[in-house]
């Protein structure tokens, strides 16, 4: 299984970013995705994640609002779409899979203690 995250790059405050996560090895059907990030001296913490049976989604609070999950089943990807971006969104991003079975659950897992599998991370930078 390989999740390969993109799209982070430097960016202004009060801009935006989609970072996509490319799944490969295993479907996007019942398991769950996660965004996570970590910034430099700080632990990981979770983002969003999004359900891949029903669409379920969940986000942070300090992220809610400026951010949207997506996931296409057919190209086997998740997306998160930013807005708004803040200096402390800077962070490493990373994808990860909870591969337990989501159907009808209505939710998704925020504790990354819960994740199967881990993409590389993009860099996100925000700066004034």
């Known amino acids: 299984v390989q999740l390969q995250a993109s799209g982070g790059g430097v960016v202004k405050t009060g801009g935006s970013l989609r970072l996509s996560c490319s799944v490969s090895?295993?479907?996007?059907?019942?398991?769950?995705i996660g965004w996570f990030r970590q910034a430099p001296g700080k632990e990981r913490e979770w983002v969003s994640c999004?359900?891949?049976?029903?669409?379920?989604?969940d986000y942070a609070h300090s992220v809610k609002d400026r951010v949207t999950i997506s996931i296409d089943n057919a190209k086997n990807t998740v997306d998160l779409h930013m807005n708004s971006l803040k200096f402390e969104d800077t962070a490493v991003y990373y994808c990860a899979i909870d591969n337990s079975i989501y159907i009808g659950t209505g939710n998704c897992p925020s504790s990354l203690h819960r994740y199967h599998y881990w993409g590389q991370g993009t860099q996100v930078t925000v700066s004034s």
């Open positions: 999004i359900s891949a049976s029903d669409g379920a989604t």
């Open positions: 090895g295993l479907r996007l059907n019942f398991n769950a």
